[in-house]
């Protein structure tokens, strides 16, 4: 069926939920409401309490689902937006850290699903993108589909992390659709998307340089044809298909939306440069958010990355 990103992560919960009854969703008006993106929509009529609104509280939401996922459950914990999160940081931080002390005993299986990112015109507080910050937590696992291909990715993804945090960017949610099976399946995790490998019908092969990118795709111009790695998955995260990239193409620009300094750019570049610093033709540059306060929304255009600062940077590796 052709769905966009909010009904094929609708389809993949309640696949879940059909599957195993230990799977739940609950968060911020997700049941009558079905959720800020109407995401969750329907879920209440067909599971009931399985998929329960809170109070908004997000230190409760995944306090609770921390607990619940250490007594056997299943929970998805629905934030409404990524700047919601920073209340339940010390919540969420312990989610693996947790694990260790108990040596096995138990486990949390769990999901903290949060839309990201600016481009949707939202108030203070709802366009952040801080995925790094979870990214350094040892054991989690962190998933930021990103292409206008996402629906099938976010079909598949949820039922390879219920263990860690599914952000999906807003912009993304009814920009494009796609097929997608209406069985379950899944994509494995730390296996990014490349055309002629991991999904031969992804994207054009290109001969000039990589782009590797986390958010909303980008593309190049002006006859350029960039090889673009959607790395999907940023903890763990595919650095063999990275760096086979920038041995063919000998060039590297990275893009995401959060800001430049402490990104996923940076460690992107530090290992590319460490692995494959003499297959490189330019310098590996950065196309990313700035370093300030996310805009409100009539300055959201000048923040994050623009197709225009995607072209000016192929250019400029190109030309180096």
Known sequence: ??????????????????????????????????????????????????????????????????????????????????????????????????????????????????????????????SESTEALFCQIPGLKVVVPSTLTTPRDCSSLPSATMTGHLPGADPLYRAGRQEVPEELYEIPLGQAGLSGRARPDYHRLGRHDTGRRTGRRERGKDGVFPEVVDLRTLAPLDRKTVIESVKRTGRLLVVHEAPKTCGLGAEIAAFVSEKAMLNLEAPVLRITGQDITVPLAKGEDYYYPSPERVAWGIKKIMEF
């Open 1 to 126: 069926m052709m769905f966009n990103m909010v009904q094929a992560l609708n389809q993949a919960m309640a696949q879940e939920m059909e599957k195993d009854p230990r799977v739940l969703v609950l968060g911020e008006d997700i049941g009558v409401d079905g959720g800020v993106f109407r995401l969750t929509d329907s879920l209440l009529e067909k599971f009931g309490p399985n998929a329960s609104s809170t109070l908004l509280w997000r230190i409760a939401i995944v306090g609770t689902s921390i607990g619940m996922a250490a007594a056997g459950l299943r929970p998805i914990a629905e934030i409404q937006f990524m700047g919601f999160i920073y209340l339940a940081m010390n919540r969420s931080s312990p989610c693996r850290p947790a694990q260790e002390p108990v040596r096995g005993r138990f486990t949390v299986p769990m999901v903290i699903r949060m839309p990201y990112g600016a481009g949707v015109r939202s108030l203070e507080h709802h």
